[in-house]
Nanobody, 118 residues
Framework: QVQLVESGGGLVQAGESLRLSCTASGNIFNINTMNWYRQAPGKQRELVVSLPRDGNTYYAESMRGRSTISTLDGKNTLTMWLQLNSLKPEDTAVYYC??????????WGQGTQVTVSS
């Protein structure tokens, strides 16, 4: 089992930045892929960025060039950040961190609201 706790959302104006964080604890040794998703009101959840343990980072076109994922391995935790820059009103959504392990189990954070005003 992996537990994910998110923080960092908020209300910003268009053009500003936010950094979201997600701390994973528990059985983090089998993590295979670290991801961020978002879900806007009335829309399906969509992938923002995917970072495999071994492989290239994938950024969704909508956030490419405006977002950066980074991670830090601790002794018993793993923290992943999502830096969001040049935010637009259409970036308003609940952002979720997500982890998939080597056995294809999937874990989600509780979500953090990002609201961008025009």
């Amino acid at each position: 089992q992996v537990q994910l706790v998110e923080s960092g959302g908020g209300l910003v104006q268009a053009g500003e930045s936010l950094r979201l964080s997600c701390t994973a604890s528990g059985n983090i040794f089998n993590i295979n892929t670290m991801n961020w998703y978002r879900q806007a009101p009335g829309k399906q959840r969509e992938l923002v960025v995917s970072l495999p343990r071994d492989g290239n980072t994938y950024y969704a076109e909508s956030m490419r060039g405006r977002s950066t994922i980074s991670t830090l391995d601790g002794k018993n935790t793993l923290t992943m950040w999502l830096q969001l820059n040049s935010l637009k009103p259409e970036d308003t959504a609940v952002y979720y961190c997500n982890i998939r392990d080597l056995y294809m189990s999937e874990y989600w954070g509780q979500g953090t609201q990002v609201t961008v005003s025009s």
